[in-house]
């Protein structure tokens, strides 16, 4: 298998049955130390009991199938390595999350940061994932993912602010407060008192548990405890009350309730709890999102996005656009009204072979004639046009722009341009990959160069209806809480 080189939300399969996950960094004067760690995860997107988390304390999982093999000085610097036999992996395991954390530091200070895939058995690279971050202290660098019998490998690249500690709890780990420095204390202390020894909660064993190793770097600070479940309510803000949310149906009514809390949980981890913004849908209705829409997909993250306008703008309204080869306002999404607008308004484009003579028949009013919109992929109208919109309806708080497809785009140099020109404005754009190919601009615009803020966020998912909450959520929120510092640094906001 020929290695690739892997962008953010990239992914390709995985044909070696033994694979080995290389953490690799330059070390130095001020780099903290990385430890690789690995989640073993059902369906639900969660562990099944503390003994699915492999990591430095707890380095082979009861199945033999994922071991944390230690670290290596190489010329180029350090090294530290998680192997997973895939053909042992139990049957209710559906992805092992390939994870990072910082001692002494965060992830800004570790330059070199990349991940590598190798197949365990010739050591010849297939993939290969060079990360940046900034204030992160933990990171999940990839997954190895079943998907229809075969597995799968995706680069990931999303950052947590609370540390080794938040990003385990967010999947189903216990983590308890190390104990204070009196009790790890020997009776006969030694001149050099031993530093305090980081701990995260393993399962009761069977077979005797490693000695927990002792970082040779300054005490880390004391890790809260944290319930297993994301429920937003370790004493930090829960998700607000939204105009018009009693209006709607009781199922919708409780899942926007769990939702709100996961976004909430989200925000909290990257150290954006209460920030407010405002928030744009875009959805992407070209010719070939057509089974996407068939099968409600498009409706259901429309459910899902709606959570997140209700968690970051109590207002209980969001404005939203639909796009193909023209791209056309919708009404305001209210809050209670969601049920209805689901129907009226989340429907593909269509194609006009003979113009438009008359207007549509059947039309509801609000609705748009999608022969209007078309079935061609033009993103660079509809960004234009949401920019347009944000300058002349200035907010006080900053806009997250969230922009659905399926890809298609070929429009890049017209894209990057509207997308350069928007650095300057107080625009977050994240953009969401939906399964297929050629994202072309949208998937390398977080590389390119020559701006003063990363204004665009993007990740891509094979099928969005099997990504858990929690973790959609954690990747739409990644990059906005860090760009909110750095264009308020920038004077922007």
């Not at 082979?60 to 992996?89: E, F, I, M």
Request: charged share 20%; with cysteine.
């Amino acid at each position: 298998m020929t290695s690739s080189s892997l962008s953010k939300g990239a992914n390709l399969p995985v044909d070696s049955a033994q694979v080995r996950v290389e953490l690799r960094w330059s070390g130095g004067p001020g780099v903290p130390d990385v430890d690789a760690s690995a989640l073993l995860l059902t369906a639900a997107g969660r562990v099944r009991d503390d003994a699915d988390f492999v990591f430095y304390n707890q380095p082979h999982h009861a199945s033999g199938a994922v071991t944390h093999q230690g670290k290596q000085q190489t010329g180029a610097g350090s090294t530290d390595t998680v192997g997973v036999s895939l053909g042992a992996l139990e049957p209710d395991i559906e992805r092992v999350v390939l994870c990072a954390s910082a001692d002494g530091g965060t992830f800004g200070q570790v330059p070199g940061l990349t991940l590598r895939l190798l197949d365990a058995g010739t050591s010849s690279e297939l993939a290969r994932f060079e990360m940046a971050a900034t204030t992160e202290t933990a990171f999940i660098g990839g997954e190895l993912y079943r998907r229809q019998g075969k597995w799968k490998f995706r680069a990931v690249g999303q950052g947590y602010a609370s540390g080794l500690a938040g990003l385990a709890t967010d999947f189903g780990i216990s983590v308890d407060e190390p104990e204070s420095a009196s009790q790890h204390a020997p009776q006969n202390p030694a001149p050099t008192p031993t530093p305090t020894t980081r701990t995260l909660t393993p399962p009761t064993p069977t077979t005797p548990t490693p000695a927990p190793r002792t970082p040779a770097s300054a005490p880390p600070p004391p890790i809260p405890r944290a319930a297993p479940t994301a429920s937003g309510s370790s004493g930090s803000a829960g998700p607000r009350l939204t105009k018009g949310e009693e209006k709607l149906p009781v199922d919708m009514r409780k899942r926007l309730s769990l939702r709100k809390e996961q976004v909430a949980v989200s925000l909290r981890k990257h150290g954006a709890e209460g920030v407010v913004a405002r928030v744009i849908l875009v959805l992407d209705a070209s010719g070939s999102m057509s089974p996407l829409y068939t099968r409600g997909v498009v409706a259901d993250v429309v459910e899902r996005m709606a959570a997140v306008a209700a968690q970051l703008d109590d207002d209980g309204e969001m404005q939203a656009w639909t796009f193909a080869s023209n791209p056309a306002r919708l009404p305001d999404l209210k809050l209670g009204e969601l049920p209805e607008w689901l129907r009226l308004h989340v429907r593909v484009g269509q194609l006009s072979l003979f113009g438009r003579k008359k207007p549509q028949r059947g039309l509801q009013p609000g609705q748009v004639d999608m022969r209007a919109v078309g079935i061609q992929n033009e993103e660079q109208k509809v960004i234009a046009e949401v920019r347009d919109y944000a300058r002349r309806h200035p907010a006080a708080a900053p806009t997250l722009v969230l922009f659905f497809s399926d890809g298609g785009v070929y429009r890049n140099d017209q894209i990057e341009r509207e997308l350069r020109e928007a650095v300057e404005e107080p625009v977050f754009w994240q953009f969401v990959g939906l399964g297929k190919a050629n994202y072309g601009v949208l998937e390398r615009f977080d590389t390119l160069s020559g701006r003063r803020v990363d204004n665009v966020g993007f990740f891509a998912v094979d099928d969005i209806s099997s990504v858990p909450d929690a973790e959609l959520y954690d990747r739409l929120l990644s990059e906005f809480p860090s760009w909110i510092t750095a264009a308020r640094r920038a004077g922007i906001l």
